[in-house]
Nanobody, 126 residues
């Protein structure tokens, strides 16, 4: 069992930056693939970024590529999402998630993730 807690969200202006954190409990954190997803009001959940358990693979949605960077610190049981050049369309609740199946490739599919945080709100004003 892994408990995930996001932090770092807030209200910013377009062009600003934010760094989201996802703190995890559990000794198996370092063996899980991790991901960030977001959900805007009235929209379906959307994949944002993912990172493999060993840092060898990073995946990004086209909408955030070049602006967002996913990283992890397994020694601290923490994952990060550095967000630069934020746009109003980045406004959403951001969720971190963990996938136990590290023997498989890192995935963009929310259905593959087993554990989810409660979310942190990011609001970007124009």
């Amino acid at each position: 069992q892994v408990l995930l807690v996001e932090s770092g969200g807030g209200l910013v202006q377009a062009g600003d930056s934010l760094r989201l954190s996802c703190a995890a409990s559990g000794r198996t954190f370092s063996t899980y693939h991790l991901g960030w997803f977001r959900r805007a009001p009235g929209k379906e959940p959307e994949f944002v970024a993912a990172i493999s358990w060993n840092n060898s693979t990073r995946l990004y949605a086209d909408s955030v590529k070049g602006r967002f960077t996913i990283s992890r610190d397994n020694a601290q049981n923490t994952m990060f999402l550095q967000m630069l050049s934020l746009k109003p369309e980045d406004t959403a609740v951001y969720y971190c998630a963990a996938d136990r199946r590290s023997a498989y490739s890192t995935t963009t599919s929310a259905a593959r993730y087993d554990y989810w945080g409660q979310g942190t709100q990011v609001t970007v004003s124009s």
